[in-house]
């Protein structure tokens, strides 16, 4: 099982890997500092060809996109595993070809907290870009985290919407705008069902232990 957000840019796609690293480790510490860990991360990225048949290097000013048979694979140094994003297009002829913006359905229905959210889609439309990042089953607890805050990150970036009807964190907080997002994501007080909340304070009691053990040199 994996869960999965997307981040739909409303204002701009001219972001680059450095700009999102550098966010999304900002965000990841301040996350840390608040339960109580004063270690910080470092995140890495690279690019892995579908088949992983090779690896591509990546710049800190290189832009924030790349072909749909690669996929950007982001971990954080000296803890196994890590999330997998995506860079496609937001506009689908494929799957609906008489609706290509299905993608952009479930947000509107689902909308209670986003204003003007059609004039925000409208002007997503004109970017089509669609960025996902997936969290696969297994994954170390500060994993769980750090997709949701890469993700924030890059809405953050791009004035963007997060979106996630495959269970990453309450249905209903969904679409968010990335303020919303920091003050709620895997915070279990702010959780509207109690599975979340717990899920959050195991994953939480996992990280103090993942950051804090001496079996991991590079974070101890």
């Not at 993608?103 to 004109?126: F, S, V, Y």
């Amino acid at each position: 099982m994996s869960t999965t957000i997307d981040i739909i840019p409303v204002d701009s796609i001219d972001i680059s890997f450095g700009q999102v690293i550098e966010t999304a480790e900002k965000h990841i510490n301040d996350f840390l500092f608040s339960i109580g860990i004063t270690q910080k991360i470092i995140l890495k990225v690279n690019l892995y060809d579908n088949d992983e048949r090779y690896v591509t290097n990546i710049l800190p000013s290189d832009k924030f996109e790349w072909e749909d048979n690669t996929y950007a694979w982001f971990n954080i140094e000296g803890v196994i595993g890590g999330t997998d994003a995506y860079c496609e297009h937001l506009k689908d002829n494929e799957i609906e070809i008489e609706n290509p913006w299905w993608k952009l359905e479930g947000l509107e229905l689902n909308n209670m907290a986003i204003d003007n959210i059609k004039e925000k889609l409208e002007k997503a439309k004109l970017l089509d870009r669609i960025w996902s990042f997936r969290r696969s089953a297994g994954q170390p607890g500060i994993i769980a985290v750090s997709y949701g805050l890469i993700s924030l990150s890059v809405a953050e970036l791009t004035n963007g919407l997060l979106w996630s009807d495959d269970g990453a964190w309450d249905y209903q907080r969904f679409p968010s705008e990335s303020k919303a997002f920091l003050d709620w994501y895997f915070r279990p007080d702010k959780a509207i069902h109690k599975n979340y909340a717990d899920w959050a304070k195991r994953c939480i009691d996992e990280i103090k232990k993942e950051l804090q053990s001496p079996t991991n040199p590079k974070m101890y």
